[in-house]
C-alpha cells in the first residue's frame, strides 16, 4: 500500500471517528432534552393538579406536551436514520442511503403526514438494526463499530435495538397493547444490551466456562 493511500485511509477512519463521537453526542442530548421535558411535564402534572381539571383540559395539556417535545423526537428519529446505517454501509453508500431515506420520509410526509414519514424513517432504522444485531451476534467483521470486541458490539446493537423501539414507542402510545409490548422489548434490549457492554469480559468468562464444561 502506497504512502498515499495510507493517508487517505487514515483521514477516513479519523472522520468516522469524529462521526462516531459527534452521533454520541448529539443522541445524548436530545435524550436528556427529551427526559427533561417528560420529568417537568409529569411533575407539572401532579403538583398544579391537573388531574382534577376535567378531560378536555388535561388532553390540551397532553397535546401541549406533545407539541414541545415534538421537535426533539423528530431530531432523534433522523440521528437514527444516520446512525444505524453507517454500521453496515461505507461511508460513500452512507450518502446514497440517506438521500433516499430522506426523500422517501418527505415523499411519505407530503402524503399521508409528519408521523407516517418519521415511521417510515424507524422502519427503515429497525430493520437494518435487526441485520447489524443479527450480524453481530455472528460475530461478523463487515462491521463499522469504533469498539471492538464481541460481546461490546452485541451490546451495542441492542442498546441501539432498544432506542428505536422506545421512539416508535413513543410514536404509537395511543395503542395500548403495542405500547405494552414495545415497552417491555425496548427494556429487555436496554438491559441486555447495557450488561453485554459493561461487563463484556465477565461475559465472555461465563460462555468460556460453559464451553470448557
Not at 88 to 111: E, K, M, Y
Not at 115 to 143: E, F, P
Request: aromatic share 10%; with cysteine; net charge positive.
Amino acid at each position: 500500500m502506497s504512502a498515499q493511500q495510507m493517508e487517505s485511509e487514515h483521514k477516513i477512519l479519523k472522520r468516522a471517528g469524529s462521526l462516531d463521537y459527534y452521533l454520541i453526542l448529539a443522541t445524548a442530548g436530545v435524550l436528556f432534552a427529551i427526559s427533561v421535558i417528560c420529568v417537568y411535564g409529569m411533575l407539572y402534572f401532579k403538583f398544579a393538579s391537573l388531574q382534577q381539571l376535567p378531560a378536555p383540559a388535561k388532553m390540551a395539556y397532553m397535546d401541549t406536551m406533545n407539541i414541545v417535545v415534538a421537535p426533539f423526537v423528530i431530531i432523534l428519529i433522523l440521528l437514527l436514520g444516520i446512525c444505524v446505517p453507517k454500521r453496515l454501509l461505507p461511508a460513500r453508500q452512507l450518502n446514497w442511503f440517506g438521500a433516499v431515506l430522506a426523500v422517501a420520509c418527505t415523499g411519505v410526509s407530503f402524503l399521508l403526514g409528519i408521523k407516517a414519514g418519521l415511521i417510515v424513517v424507524l422502519a427503515a432504522s429497525l430493520l437494518l438494526q435487526l441485520v447489524v444485531l443479527g450480524m453481530a451476534a455472528a460475530g461478523s467483521r463487515h462491521l463499522h463499530f469504533e469498539k471492538s470486541g464481541y460481546w461490546v458490539r452485541v451490546g451495542s446493537s441492542l442498546i441501539h435495538l432498544g432506542l428505536i423501539l422506545f421512539v416508535l414507542d413513543l410514536l404509537l402510545y395511543r395503542h395500548p397493547f403495542l405500547h405494552l409490548v414495545l415497552f417491555w422489548v425496548t427494556t429487555g434490549a436496554s438491559v441486555l444490551g447495557m450488561l453485554c457492554c459493561f461487563y463484556a469480559q465477565t461475559a465472555a468468562n461465563v460462555v468460556r466456562k460453559i464451553r470448557q464444561q
